[in-house]
């Protein structure tokens, strides 16, 4: 069955950085853009990110724009998001996903697969 996997989650001081993967199965992954959203408590879901099935484009909310990166491996089913400079306002879950969608997919409604999400805690 098609599954996200997220991981690389955790606790880091403001200013660090952390990277976080998600690890696909069961569906042709090269074929997807993905992207990456967050929720922290009490909010509604935010988008991050999303690069192109191939990695050729990416797209960046303005919020994280300059200090995320999101890259991919296809031949190892893998997407990363860099995080830089990190505040504590980025304290969230964070999760990927995948769309069919070829355009800079930035709503949670456009994507067809989900993982179950990382914790990402930044302390001041």
């Known amino acids: 069955q098609v599954q996200l996997v997220e991981s690389g989650g955790g606790l880091v001081q403001a200013g660090g950085s952390l990277r976080l993967s998600c690890t696909a199965s069961?569906?042709?992954?090269?074929?997807?853009?993905m992207g990456w959203f967050r929720q922290a408590a009490g909010k509604e879901q935010e988008f991050l990110g999303v690069?192109?099935?191939?990695?050729?484009?990416?797209h960046y909310a303005d919020s994280v724009k300059g200090r995320f990166t999101i890259s991919r491996r296809n031949a190892e089913n893998t997407v990363y998001l860099q995080m830089n400079s990190l505040k504590p306002e980025d304290t969230a879950v964070y999760y990927c996903?995948?769309?069919?969608?070829?355009?800079?997919?930035?709503?949670?409604?456009?994507?067809?697969?989900w993982g179950q999400g990382t914790q990402v805690t930044v302390s001041s």
């Open positions: 996903a995948a769309t069919k969608l070829s355009g800079a997919a930035i709503r949670p409604y456009e994507y067809d697969f």
């Open positions: 690069i192109s099935w191939n990695g050729g484009t990416t």
């Open positions: 069961g569906f042709t992954f090269s074929m997807y853009a």
